[in-house]
């Protein structure tokens, strides 16, 4: 999350480290893009398409999306300037305003999409019955609601900040007021220190009802139909919390002391936003069964997972077999 234009260099161009950061940062880009595109195509898949079932699918159609946009600003402003010697966030005002309204918005608005998942699979595990957080239609209006608030969040960006200094370049502060380093301490809080208290206090919430499911039957308890997908999105919402805190704190308080390093803590940053897919062919059954299914082009592949008798189709079955 890098707002400085330090780049290491030596006399024969960009020093080795500097070029392993760049290109990392360009496979980020590729393989991210990738697999957060196959993750959106198989979540629009007809085995996922209910999502009045599984409302929480909305959220993680839109992460995935927001997860490709992360890797198109400062992550790939990190592969540009060392190799082609300029940023896209600095070829024009346009450029400038775009990409800086961009870095922040898709990172507070995916973390906090993360934090409504946490909602959501707390509310599922720990309620009988369906709150209105885990509606499909108010689900899609707080997609919606979190879009607009941090749009406006950050729509200083579009109408102040960036500007040309007299020597013709262009100036990614504002020439109103002090942009940085104000706006990393903001986007620390939005992006980080709000999401991480929330996240951590429901994901315990999550793991408590995951332990006592563990000790209820299907029979008894039909919120165990959300466990396999609960336990997925716990694992990433902690490494969200692992991976994303270090580089946002480094560039809100040591800017600068060391940019190779801080660059580093990006690419790990980064990394985080290109781990959904393998961590869903993981950890959820359904979404590797699907993507098996897509890759053999085999709708038969699909296995039909076991279900949940309940006490209606057992009595059913009983009374069938005495007429036998």
Request: glycine share 4%.
């Amino acid at each position: 999350m890098s707002t400085s234009n330090t780049t290491q260099v030596t006399t024969n161009g960009p020093a080795p480290e500097v070029i392993i950061v760049a290109y990392f940062s360009l496979f980020l880009v590729i393989v991210g893009t990738t697999f957060n595109s196959l993750t959106f195509i198989i979540f629009c898949q007809p085995i996922f398409r209910n999502t009045k079932k599984r409302p929480v699918l909305h959220y993680m159609r839109v992460i995935a999306i927001f997860d490709i946009l992360m890797l198109y600003g400062w992550n790939f402003d990190h592969y540009v300037y060392p190799i082609y010697g300029f940023y896209l966030q600095r070829l024009t005002v346009g450029s400038c305003k775009f990409f800086s309204f961009l870095n922040y918005f898709a990172a507070q608005s995916s973390a906090w999409l993360r934090v409504f998942i946490c909602l959501d699979r707390y509310l599922s595990l720990s309620r009988l019955h369906r709150t209105w957080f885990s509606d499909s239609k108010h689900i899609l209006m707080i997609i919606t609601g979190i879009m607009v608030f941090f749009t406006l969040l950050n729509l200083h960006f579009i109408i102040f900040a960036c500007y040309y200094t007299l020597s013709g370049k262009v100036s990614i502060n504002s020439s109103l007021f002090v942009l940085y380093p104000t706006w990393d301490y903001v986007n620390l809080t939005f992006y980080n220190f709000l999401p991480f208290i929330l996240m951590v206090t429901l994901n315990s919430g999550v793991i408590y009802h995951l332990i006592n499911l563990r000790r209820t039957s299907t029979l008894q308890n039909p919120r165990i139909q959300h466990r396999a997908i609960s336990i997925t999105l716990v694992i990433t919402t902690f490494l969200f919390l692992m991976m994303t805190v270090p580089s946002t704190v480094g560039f809100a308080f040591f800017c600068c002391n060391n940019m190779v390093l801080l660059r580093s803590l990006d690419c790990v940053l980064y990394s985080y936003h290109i781990l959904s897919f393998p961590l869903y062919m993981i950890t959820f059954d359904e979404f590797r069964q699907e993507f098996i299914a897509i890759i053999l082009c085999n709708k038969n592949y699909r296995r039909i997972g076991p279900q949940t008798i309940t006490a209606t189709q057992s009595l059913h079955r009983k009374s069938h077999a005495i007429k036998e």
